[in-house]
């Protein structure tokens, strides 16, 4: 039977699983777990730098950072602010246009009170073309009205 099996080239089982064996199995494992704690690390280095490295470095950046977003909505607050008290109606800005009216630059959103809100989007036509009632030709009197029936979507 050996003799048959050489004969037509067929290859022993353990030839065939050559490519297969623990010592590439292993080389594959472990150039996965090294790229892993590679990038691992890569991606920790800012947690690390502020963590163990530089404490104090990262206590001061937070506050920088905290002080910087303070900076920004005292900003915001003051422009928003200067045009609704300033407005004298001559030349005034789209701000104080949107503060004057209620909505923020034409967009339909209020800067007013919740009320005020709810009551500006109940005017937007995209509101008013959901809600509003259909006429009474709009609506079919009867399922037969649409076109098409039931007994019309099993043809034989």
Known sequence: MEEQVQRAGAMSPQKLLVGFSKDRIVFWITIAVAVHIVLIGMLSLGYIRDRWIDPEGAAERKAAAVAAQEALKKEAATKVAKPAAGSSGAATSGVAKASATGT?????????????ILE???????????????????????????GISIGDMNVR
Do not use: C, H, M, Y
Not at 104 to 116: D, E, I, L, R
Not at 120 to 145: F, L, M, S
């Open 120 to 146: 500006d989007r109940k005017n937007a036509p995209v509101v008013k073309r959901i809600t509003e009632k259909a006429q009474p030709g709009d609506i079919p009197a009867k399922p037969d009205d649409l």
């Open 104 to 116: 923020n630059n034409g967009t339909g959103v209020s800067t007013g009170t919740t009320a005020q």
